[in-house]
């Protein structure tokens, strides 16, 4: 992709508001020269006899007039952040500060940077890929540890070395293929079509096994849809508040307190939940409350995993079988919450095949909560992957593009099985390598870049 960012550009690296220090950042071929406009270092050495990667203290100026003192530090190209040259300058991080360092900057002939503008000038000057440039985005937004681990190792190459492993093998693979027709004269072994189905096969399934990784990482950074059900006064929101770490929920002894539905992204062990909490299903004449019981049942039937928060301590009642007979029309994932387990344990008997998991608990308390996350991991995260540092699919653009090439190269392993012969098969293997190529952006289109790094905020 050709680099057409000829400008300049400036922008607040630290997040708004009042701190210690802030940072702003400079990118572009006068990088340099800005700089110098608008700080004077300590040491009276012109801007370009500093040396690299070294800091200098030094007046930050606006008008021919110091408004701070500060650090600064020049990365030369391409040993930089975005391969371009670099300054970054720290001063105070009052917000008025801030701003007037900033101001004086833009005077001294930088522009206000895009969002994401920054990482987006890396990936086109080739200091990142696509994938690692998307983990960037993805460290800045972690909810969880689990995102975080995954964003880091992403970042460090892991799923973008396996992008490029497939993407080798089927060149080299095609590359035999068309050797033996270009170069008919020379000692060249013909590919068989069946070792051609073999090598290709191999290939499929290493995609399909990366691919595969999505149903993990859609849990941990995408989330899922996690709906609390049950009958009033069974501790759903002692539940959700448990779960939230906080008081989210309004909790009393009094039956029917949730009327309507309360929503937060929480993040349980390396699951993230979009958790709904619901008021209790029952039939009731009060209008309000039969507004509540509609939407519960509306967002049980939208969900991809329900936890059905029953009384542990006592039989079940009208309220709860009734609900019970709801759930066997719910197609998501179940999961039985016996709570109020330190009041005592009655012997309830739960359909059979109704539900993945059953957990004593004691929301009230905190106690089953470690349980509780176990179920879900369990039922959601794939034990054989390792969060720390392997290679797994993080986004539905990267599933997508992962089962379109393996579905190529499916196609042309039945080319080449049906006799139509290898060379006539490798125009798929070549289709594979040209959406590999794409999913890590070795050739991209710019509605998919521009998209991708819209996302960041400005100043990375």
Same mark, same amino acid.
């Given at each position: 992709?050709?680099?057409?960012?000829?400008?300049?550009?400036?922008?607040?690296?630290?997040? =708004?508001?009042?701190?210690?220090?802030?940072?702003?950042?400079?990118?572009?071929?006068?990088?340099?020269?800005?700089?110098?406009?608008?700080?004077?270092?300590?040491?009276?050495?012109?801007?370009?006899?500093?040396?690299?990667?070294?800091?200098?203290?030094?007046?930050?100026?606006?008008?021919?007039?110091?408004?701070?003192?500060?650090?600064?530090?020049?990365?030369?190209?391409?040993?930089?952040?975005?391969?371009?040259?670099?300054?970054?300058?720290?001063?105070?991080?009052?917000?008025?500060?801030?701003?007037?360092?900033?101001?004086?900057?833009?005077?001294?002939?930088?522009?206000?940077?895009?969002?994401?503008?920054?990482?987006?000038?890396?990936?086109?000057?080739?200091?990142?890929?696509?994938?690692?440039?998307?983990?960037?985005?993805?460290?800045?937004?972690?909810?969880?540890?689990?995102?975080?681990?995954?964003?880091?190792?992403?970042?460090?190459?892991?799923?973008?070395?396996?992008?490029?492993?497939?993407?080798?093998?089927?060149?080299?693979?095609?590359?035999?293929?068309?050797?033996?027709?270009?170069?008919?004269?020379?000692?060249?072994?013909?590919?068989?079509?069946?070792?051609?189905?073999? =090598?290709?096969?191999?290939? =499929?399934?290493?995609?399909?096994?990366?691919?595969?990784?999505?149903?993990?990482?859609?849990?941990?950074?995408?989330?899922?849809?996690?709906?609390?059900?049950?009958?009033?006064?069974?501790?759903?929101?002692?539940?959700?508040?448990?779960?939230?770490?906080?008081?989210?929920?309004?909790?009393?002894?009094?039956?029917?307190?949730?009327?309507?539905?309360?929503?937060?992204?929480?993040?349980?062990?390396?699951?993230?939940?979009?958790?709904?909490?619901?008021?209790?299903?029952?039939?009731?004449?009060?209008?309000?409350?039969?507004?509540?019981?509609?939407?519960?049942?509306?967002?049980?039937?939208?969900?991809?995993?329900?936890?059905?928060?029953?009384?542990?301590?006592?039989?079940?009642?009208?309220?709860?079988?009734?609900?019970?007979?709801?759930?066997?029309?719910?197609?998501?994932?179940?999961?039985?919450?016996?709570?109020?387990?330190?009041?005592?344990?009655?012997?309830?008997?739960?359909?059979?095949?109704?539900?993945?998991?059953?957990?004593?608990?004691?929301?009230?308390?905190?106690?089953?909560?470690?349980?509780?996350?176990?179920?879900?991991?369990?039922?959601?995260?794939?034990?054989?992957?390792?969060?720390?540092?392997?290679?797994?699919?993080?986004?539905?653009?990267?599933?997508?593009?992962?089962?379109?090439?393996?579905?190529?190269?499916?196609?042309?392993?039945?080319?080449?099985?049906?006799?139509?012969?290898?060379?006539?098969?490798?125009?798929?293997?070549?289709?594979?390598?040209?959406?590999?190529?794409?999913?890590?952006?070795?050739?991209?289109?710019?509605?998919?870049?521009?998209?991708?790094?819209?996302?960041?905020?400005?100043?990375?």
């Amino acid at each position: 992709m050709k680099n057409d960012f000829l400008s300049t550009i400036a922008a607040v690296s630290t997040p =708004r508001g009042k701190g210690g220090v802030a940072l702003i950042r400079i990118s572009g071929d006068e990088a340099a020269t800005v700089a110098g406009r608008c700080f004077s270092p300590k040491c009276k050495k012109d801007i370009s006899e500093l040396k690299a990667r070294t800091a200098y203290f030094g007046d930050i100026i606006s008008n021919s007039e110091p408004i701070d003192d500060g650090i600064m530090t020049i990365f030369r190209a391409p040993a930089s952040y975005t391969g371009e040259d670099m300054v970054e300058i720290s001063c105070h991080g009052g917000v008025l500060v801030t701003n007037r360092v900033l101001e004086a900057v833009f005077k001294a002939g930088a522009a206000p940077a895009a969002a994401g503008e920054f990482t987006r000038r890396a990936f086109v000057n080739g200091k990142l890929s696509l994938t690692k440039a998307e983990a960037v985005g993805e460290i800045l937004e972690a909810k969880s540890d689990a995102q975080l681990h995954i964003a880091a190792s992403q970042r460090r190459g892991a799923l973008s070395e396996k992008i490029d492993t497939a993407a080798h093998a089927l060149t080299a693979l095609i590359a035999d293929v068309y050797a033996k027709i270009d170069y008919p004269d020379e000692d060249l072994s013909e590919i068989s079509d069946e070792e051609f189905a073999r =090598r290709a096969e191999d290939i =499929r399934l290493s995609l399909i096994n990366l691919r595969d990784t999505y149903r993990s990482g859609s849990a941990i950074f995408e989330g899922v849809n996690t709906v609390i059900c049950g009958a009033p006064n069974r501790g759903k929101s002692s539940l959700y508040n448990a779960i939230a770490g906080e008081d989210a929920a309004i909790v009393t002894e009094i039956a029917g307190t949730t009327r309507d539905v309360l929503e937060r992204d929480i993040p349980l062990g390396k699951v993230l939940l979009h958790l709904t909490d619901t008021a209790g299903i029952h039939d009731t004449e009060d209008v309000v409350e039969q507004i509540g019981v509609k939407r519960a049942e509306e967002r049980m039937n939208d969900a991809e995993l329900i936890i059905c928060v029953l009384d542990g301590s006592k039989a079940l009642g009208d309220a709860d079988i009734a609900l019970l007979n709801k759930l066997k029309d719910v197609a998501a994932p179940k999961i039985a919450v016996l709570n109020k387990s330190d009041i005592g344990k009655a012997d309830i008997k739960l359909p059979t095949g109704l539900f993945e998991k059953e957990v004593p608990m004691s929301a009230k308390n905190g106690i089953g909560l470690i349980e509780l996350k176990a179920a879900v991991e369990e039922l959601f995260i794939d034990e054989k992957i390792n969060t720390n540092s392997d290679a797994i699919v993080t986004s539905a653009r990267q599933f997508a593009a992962l089962d379109e090439a393996q579905t190529l190269i499916a196609d042309a392993i039945v080319t080449a099985k049906s006799g139509m012969g290898a060379d006539l098969a490798s125009s798929d293997l070549e289709r594979a390598v040209a959406v590999l190529d794409e999913l890590d952006g070795r050739s991209v289109s710019e509605n998919v870049v521009s998209e991708i790094f819209g996302r960041f905020c400005v100043g990375k």
